[in-house]
């Protein structure tokens, strides 16, 4: 294989990238300036080196604990359980929550062979135990994994004083956190119903 073939099939692997698209950008990293894809690869090699998940949160972070985490100004009573580090994001870029992340990476799918084991779920469980958490909002995504491990999570807290909501209000069913505006967002986030 050339290093060109490898570097389309690379670029085909990651996500929304079709064939097409990938020669297309190999193409233009062969015809562009030695420092273009030097700059690339240093930062695709920092990211990984520097960026790790939050020691408490499990969002990314380039410290050990991410900046929510450590910023005393956060509501500490509650607790906004998401699918992925990327969701963490959005709802900030809404500027309506507050409150503190929990990053689960992933979603309940035994099929796939991922249990509760597979996800950061037993921090959560400490967290609130040790911790001065009043809510859990459940913001994983409406889809049937999504709804899975809401419920699930939800049956962990059950017989705890704490309260469980779940954000899916105002969400399209099946539709992405990721993808919803922030207007749509915040009428989720106000809206929140108990579990
Ligand atoms: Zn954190």
């Known amino acids: ?29 062969l015809k562009s300036d030695a420092a273009v894809a030097k700059g690339l690869a240093d930062a695709m090699i920092d990211l990984k080196q520097t960026i790790r998940p939050c020691r408490v949160c499990g969002n990314y972070s380039e410290q050990d604990i991410c900046g929510v985490c450590s910023d ?7 607790i906004c359980v998401v ?9 900030e870029a809404s500027h309506e929550y507050n409150g503190l992340y929990h990053v689960l990476n992933g979603v309940l799918a035994p099929l796939d062979g991922v249990g509760p084991e597979q996800l950061n779920i037993a921090k959560l469980v400490s967290r609130v ?18 709804d ?14 704490v ?6 209000l105002g969400l399209p069913v099946g539709g992405d ?14 809206g929140r119903t108990n579990f």
Do not use: C
Request: hydrophobic content about 40%.
């Open 72 to 78: 005393r100004r956060r509501d500490q009573s509650v």
């Open 1 to 29: 294989m050339t290093s060109l073939d490898r570097l389309i099939t690379l670029f085909s692997k990651l996500p929304g990238i079709g064939k097409k698209s990938a020669t297309r950008i190999a193409y233009f990293i």
């Open 148 to 161: 899975t491990t809401a419920l699930y999570i939800h049956t962990l807290f059950k017989e705890s004083q």
């Open 177 to 190: 956190l990721e993808y919803a505006d922030k207007l749509t967002l915040a009428r989720s986030l106000r």
């Open 83 to 91: 699918e992925q580090p990327q969701d963490v994001a959005v709802l």
């Open 163 to 168: 309260r469980v909501s779940r954000l899916a």
């Open 129 to 146: 135990r040790n911790g001065e958490v009043a809510e859990i909002i459940l913001a994983t995504n409406p889809t049937v994994e999504g």
